[in-house]
């Protein structure tokens, strides 16, 4: 008889960027590719992890962009760019369900005719009753990213991992898509994606999950599978904890920068 996979984490956080649900180079919303990142948190729903899911909104506003053309100010171009979220969080939730993922959406910002207000304590009872719990409009606050509302909600929810989904597979000593001689870093630690700021995460990101000391992994959600191997403990992506000083050059004086660059990983 085959043992049932036993997963490393019991509670995870994952951190979708809004670009993982539309066709590459476009923007909005994509049926199949919402529904192809649904199965794959799916299969790590049916590990029985506790799973709390951050979206990005970045495939519809982001707002830094929104202002340089325009006349709005970025103050409220930030506020359209946590709106956005909400309607990835709509989608998402929809398409989760429609697999028969029970799902809640929960919302920094107040739109109670349409999802939850976040409230810590009910989004970890949510995680307990195995409801797949979406945190939509980032922290709720201007100037930020949802990489660092990713950090907060993990740190909130007592979290035991942040995965950060990208469109490549870890953090790169070189951007693999230009640069054939790119290797992949295995393990970083948090000190040195902070000091080198290597384009991971934000900072205030890191540094979070550095206080929390939740490990955070970069890997590619695109591959299926990939995010189960993760959840189960497998060598997947790049992996950013407090441990021993990482492999791959990443941290040999006047070498190469590391980068996480590539289409998958911004900023
Ligand atoms: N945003 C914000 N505060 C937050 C989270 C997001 O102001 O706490 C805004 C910000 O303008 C950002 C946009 O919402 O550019 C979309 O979020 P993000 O860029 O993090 O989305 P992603 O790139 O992950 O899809």
């Known amino acids: 008889m085959l043992c049932p996979a036993e997963p490393r984490y019991r509670r995870v956080l994952l951190k979708i960027s809004g670009e993982a649900f ?8 994509d049926g199949g590719e919402l529904r192809r990142v649904a199965e794959e948190v799916k299969l790590v729903v049916d590990l ?14 982001r707002g830094h962009t929104i202002v340089r053309d325009s006349l709005i100010e970025e103050t409220t171009g930030h506020y359209m760019g946590m709106l956005a979220t ?3 969080a709509v989608a998402f939730q929809d398409t989760l369900e429609a697999l028969g993922v029970p799902t809640r959406v929960q919302s920094a910002i107040s739109i109670d005719r349409v999802c939850e207000r ?7 009872r949510h995680l307990e009753k195995g409801r797949v719990v979406i945190f ?23 979290a035991d991992v942040l995965l950060k989904a990208t469109k490549v597979d870890g953090v790169y000593t070189a951007d693999p898509v ?6 992949r870093i295995e393990h970083l630690t948090y000190n040195e994606v902070i000091d080198r700021r290597l384009a991971v995460m934000d900072v205030s990101a890191v540094d979070l999950c550095q206080r ?15 995010m189960r191997a993760v959840v189960l403990g497998e060598k997947v992506g790049t992996i950013i904890d407090a441990g021993a000083a990482a492999e791959g050059g990443a941290a040999a004086p006047g070498g190469r ?11």
Not at 137 to 155: I, Q, S
Not at 257 to 267: E, L, Q
């Open 48 to 61: 029985g992890v506790q799973l709390a899911v951050v979206v990005g909104g970045g495939n519809i506003i």
């Open 22 to 29: 539309c066709v590459p180079g476009r923007g909005g919303v």
């Open 86 to 88: 909400v309607l990835n």
């Open 178 to 183: 230009t640069d054939p001689a790119a290797r």
């Open 136 to 158: 939509a409009g980032g922290t709720g606050n201007p100037y930020v990213t949802t990489d660092t509302g990713g950090a907060l909600r993990a740190t909130e929810v007592r």
């Open 212 to 226: 929390g000391r939740i490990p955070i992994i970069v890997f590619d959600l695109k591959r299926p599978g990939n």
């Open 118 to 124: 976040f409230i810590r304590r009910r989004a970890i």
């Open 257 to 267: 920068s590391a980068s996480a660059a590539g289409p998958g990983v911004r900023r």
